[in-house]
C-alpha cells in the first residue's frame, strides 16, 4: 500500500481529539515503528510525538500515560498547543528545548502502547508494526549503540514487559491496520499484513 493513500484514507476520517485525527503508531519496540511514522507523517505533512521523548527512564515504560494525557492529549483535545520536554536519556532527565505541537488536522503518537484501550475511542486510525524477534532485537542494539550486558538486561525485561502488555491490551487484534515493519518498501509504499476489514491484502 502507498503512504499517500493511506494519507488520503486518513484525511477523510472524522477528528475525534477535539480537531485533531490521532495517528496512533504502536508496536514493539525495533519493529519499524518510527520509520513508518515518519514516513507517514511526510505525506501528511504532520507532526509525530515520540513517546520515548516522554519516559522517564526505564522503569516508566508504561506509567508515562498521565504525563503524556497532560502535555499532549488534553491540549490538543482542547484545540491548544501541547508542549513537552524531551528526556535526555544520558542525563536521565527532562532537559533542553521545549517542544511545540500545534492542534493540527493530524497528529501521529509513535511507541509502545499508544494505540492503548485508553485511548482507543479517540484515535482516527490505530496501526500496528510487527517484525520478526529476532531482527527487532539486533535493530534495538544497533539504534542504541549499547552491547553491553547491562543493556541486553534492560532490552530483556522491557521486551518481556511489552509482551505481557500487548497480550493483557489485545492491541494488535484492536488495531485498524497491522503492518510488516520488516519488508524494505521504500519511502513510498509499505507491507500492509491486515487492513480494517480484517482481510489479508
Known amino acids: 500500500m502507498r503512504y499517500a493513500d493511506l494519507a488520503e484514507e486518513i484525511?477523510?476520517?472524522p477528528p475525534k481529539l477535539g480537531g485533531t485525527r490521532l495517528v496512533a503508531v504502536d508496536g514493539p519496540s525495533g519493529a519499524g515503528k518510527t520509520t513508518f511514522a515518519l514516513r507517514l507523517a511526510k505525506q501528511l505533512n504532520a507532526p509525530v510525538v515520540h513517546t520515548d521523548d516522554l519516559l522517564?527512564?526505564?522503569?516508566?515504560?508504561?506509567?508515562?500515560?498521565?504525563?503524556?494525557?497532560r502535555?499532549?492529549?488534553?491540549?490538543?483535545?482542547?484545540?491548544?498547543?501541547?508542549?513537552?520536554?524531551r528526556y535526555?536519556?544520558?542525563?536521565?532527565?527532562?532537559?533542553?528545548?521545549?517542544?511545540?505541537?500545534?492542534?493540527?488536522?493530524?497528529?501521529?503518537?509513535?511507541?509502545v502502547s499508544t494505540a492503548r484501550r485508553e485511548i482507543r475511542v479517540e484515535l482516527s486510525l490505530a496501526v500496528f508494526v510487527v517484525a520478526p524477534p529476532d531482527l527487532r532485537w539486533k535493530r534495538a542494539l544497533a539504534r542504541d549503540g549499547d552491547d553491553s550486558v547491562a543493556f541486553r538486561a534492560y532490552l530483556g525485561r522491557w521486551r518481556a514487559a511489552e509482551d505481557r502488555?500487548?497480550?493483557e491490551d489485545?492491541?494488535?487484534?484492536?488495531?485498524?491496520?497491522?503492518v510488516d515493519g520488516a519488508a524494505?518498501?521504500?519511502?513510498e509504499r509499505f507491507a500492509l499484513l491486515r487492513g480494517r476489514d480484517g482481510v489479508e491484502p
Open 88 to 111: 535526555q536519556w544520558h542525563l536521565g532527565k527532562f532537559a533542553g528545548p521545549t517542544v511545540s505541537i500545534d492542534p493540527a488536522p493530524v497528529v501521529l503518537l509513535e511507541g
Open 170 to 178: 489485545k492491541t494488535a487484534a484492536a488495531a485498524d491496520l497491522i
Open 71 to 85: 502535555r499532549v492529549l488534553g491540549p490538543l483535545r482542547r484545540g491548544e498547543t501541547a508542549t513537552y520536554q
Open 184 to 187: 524494505t518498501n521504500g519511502d
Open 165 to 167: 502488555h500487548f497480550a
Open 11 to 13: 484525511r477523510r476520517t
Open 56 to 69: 522517564d527512564g526505564w522503569d516508566d515504560q508504561f506509567t508515562f500515560w498521565r504525563r503524556l494525557e
